[in-house]
């Protein structure tokens, strides 16, 4: 599941404009449904799930539903290119899920 997420994160990080990876990101959760909610820093941003599109299932199935979203934010931010995945925290972590990403500077 971590691995499809991926190859979807890195296809969607490829129709997104140009522009800093976190508002990016931020701009595809909410797209998705997630209902996002972004504090920005200096380092990076967080940014939780409000909203999981997907509870119920999630629920029943944390490891292949959870998965997928590690895989997509994942494959999202390294296909980006300008940040990092610190932390990933879903439903195992805390209510809301939330990504931790830090800005890579080049």
């Known amino acids: 599941a971590v691995d499809a997420g991926r190859e979807q994160g890195a296809l969607a990080a490829a129709r997104r404009g140009p522009g800093a990876c976190a508002a990016a990101l931020d ?3 909410n797209g998705l449904g997630f209902d996002p909610e972004a504090v920005h ?4 941003a967080t940014i939780a799930f409000t909203r999981c599109p997907f509870r119920e299932l999630a629920e029943a199935n944390p490891d292949l539903v959870c998965g997928l979203h590690r895989g997509l934010v ?9 940040a990092r995945v610190v932390t990933f925290r879903d439903l195992a972590d805390r209510r ?6 830090a800005t890579v500077t080049r």
Do not use: H
């Not at 820093?41 to 990076?44: M, N, P, R, S, V």
């Not at 994942?74 to 300008?82: C, H, K, L, M």
């Not at 809301?96 to 990403?101: D, N, Y």
């Open 96 to 101: 809301p899920c939330q990504v931790e990403i």
């Open 74 to 82: 994942e494959g999202f931010v390294d296909a980006r290119g300008d």
């Open 27 to 29: 701009e595809e959760l």
């Open 41 to 44: 820093d200096q380092e990076g």
